[in-house]
């Protein structure tokens, strides 16, 4: 399906809390769930709201985040966009078959401040009304959009307040991959709950990890049903490779690929990156940052090399370092992941362009 989210809000109207069953906000959800059924696209149109502007993508992006919730199997009731006097403010609550309730509160920066005592305000008022029967079966989940590694004052308040049993974080990014590896493998609904209950309130490490392990068997998986000829390579031969650069508790992804790939010009790469015995010189690599796209590309001028460099961060993990000689960055200006892009990439030639997508920047992609 090719259809953006701005040709969406033409056709469903201004998302409000306007009650009733046909008014834009329902119609919305009720397009949501009669023609979203898969990860990949509805990562697409979160992403879009990233770059979008206005009260109407906000709107659309806390009912895409509640939606992702369904994938995980939750029974999600949305929330207001708006507070009001009469009602409980929450953004989502997302109702496990456990027993476990997950309040939700989407935030789409950590640049303003964000008082816990809102959060824990909306779970007692659930408590008080017998919504939630109590504490012991409830959590507070922030949802954040874009992650800012200088601020870290919502988790140092929760670890403070000793709130850590009863709030989380987690990065919309992270979410999405959640959903993904539920959707592609043997993962059920309480592997999710125990992934979502971890003794520190920052989740992404966790999913970290499964990401790189599910992205390693996708790209093993992959390889082994499209075997490369065997024939010698030429030595003008190029390919071109999409590399994932994410973000730590000191750099965006952004400033990782400006600071190093822009400034430096080099990179490095893991001891089980996939393809990496493979990269050569003349190759050509993309650098893709999450939630965002494709901001930049190089020209490798040597191929990986077992280098300690002490501009890399954790080195140890990092131990290949590659150097280029042409580099072109646009990060203000990336090119985006869609499905009309994905669909045109030989990757994709026996998968749909909707489908789970984020191992796409662990491959080889011409």
């Not at 031969?237 to 822009?262: C, I, R, S």
């Not at 089980?272 to 939630?291: E, L, N, Q, V």
Request: aromatic share 10%; proline share 5%.
């Amino acid at each position: 399906m090719s259809i953006t989210l701005t040709q969406i809000f033409n056709l469903v109207g201004r998302l409000d809390d306007t009650p009733g069953d046909d008014v834009p906000r329902e119609r919305f959800r009720r397009f949501l769930k009669e023609n979203i059924t898969e990860v990949g696209k509805l990562r697409d149109f979160i992403e879009e709201c990233f770059r979008g502007k206005g009260e109407q993508y906000n709107r659309a992006l806390q009912d895409l985040i509640n939606y992702l919730g369904t994938f995980l199997g939750f029974d999600v009731k949305y929330g207001r966009y708006q507070g009001s006097v009469n009602e409980i403010g929450y953004d989502g609550l997302w109702v496990s078959s456990s027993g476990l309730t997950i309040v939700i509160e989407v935030k789409t920066t950590e640049a303003y401040s964000i008082k816990t005592s809102t959060l824990i305000g909306y779970v007692d008022k659930l408590i008080s009304e017998k919504i939630i029967s109590g504490w012991d079966n409830a959590l507070g989940l922030y949802v954040i959009g874009k992650p800012d590694p200088d601020l870290q004052q919502l988790e140092n308040s929760i670890v403070a307040e000793k709130r850590t049993n009863q709030l989380r974080i987690l990065s919309v990014n992270s979410l999405l991959i959640l959903a993904e590896i539920m959707n592609e493998y043997e993962v059920r609904h309480n592997d999710i709950l125990t992934v979502l209950k971890p003794h520190r309130p920052k989740i992404d490490p966790l999913i970290d990890l499964l990401s790189r392990v599910v992205g390693q068997k996708e790209v093993a998986e992959l390889e082994e049903a499209k075997p490369e000829p065997k024939v010698e390579a030429k030595k003008d031969d190029v390919n071109y490779w999409l590399a994932p650069v994410k973000a730590d508790d000191e750099w965006t992804a952004e400033e990782f690929v400006h600071n190093l790939v822009g400034k430096d010009k080099i990179f490095a790469f893991g001891e089980r990156t996939p393809g990496r015995k493979h990269m050569k010189s003349g190759d050509w690599i993309c650098f893709y940052a999450a939630a965002n796209g494709i901001v930049a590309h190089a020209r490798l001028k040597t191929p990986p090399e077992r280098k300690h460099d002490k501009r890399v961060k954790e080195p140890e993990n990092y131990p290949w370092l590659v150097t280029f000689d042409e580099v072109k960055l646009y990060i203000d200006n990336p090119v985006v992941i869609d499905s009309g892009l994905r669909s045109k990439l030989d990757a994709f030639s026996d998968k749909k362009p909707d489908t789970p997508w984020a191992w796409l920047c662990r491959v080889r992609i011409n």
